[in-house]
């Protein structure tokens, strides 16, 4: 079981990019699925988590600007940033709880990270 992010890129100020992350292997329930970012100097930080059932978290810092969705039959997490700042540069993970049959409890798995550049 494994995750693999792509999406990443250089964007200038108040652009848009989407980051797509989808577990592959045999898995059973894709539980929760978020995305963290780590910034240089930095702490990696949660900025967004969907429950299976759709609901969902954001950090203060990307309200309104984030919107993180999910694809259920994929087991895919996409997280589509508008109006990046500068600030939002980081390289992002994507996370996630992975149930791989219905007898075995959640694991918890990341992805590569996938480097985004917002220049000013």
């Known amino acids: 079981v494994q995750l693999q992010a792509s999406g990443g890129g250089l964007v200038q100020a108040g652009g848009s990019l989407r980051l797509s992350c989808a577990a592959s292997?045999?898995?059973?329930?894709?539980?929760?699925m978020g995305w963290y970012r780590q910034a240089p100097g930095k702490q990696r930080e949660r900025v967004a988590v969907?429950?299976?059932?759709?609901?969902?978290n954001y950090a203060d810092s990307v309200k309104g600007r984030f919107t993180i969705s999910r694809d259920n039959a994929k087991n895919a997490v996409h997280l589509q940033m508008n109006s990046l700042k500068p600030e939002d540069t980081a390289v992002y993970y994507c996370?996630?709880?992975?149930?791989?049959?219905?007898?075995?409890?959640?694991?918890?798995?990341w992805g590569q990270g996938t480097l985004v550049t917002v220049s000013s």
């Open positions: 292997g045999n898995i059973f329930r894709a539980n929760d």
């Open positions: 969907i429950t299976s059932g759709g609901n969902t």
């Open positions: 996370n996630a709880d992975l149930q791989v049959t219905r007898w075995t409890r959640s694991l918890n798995y």
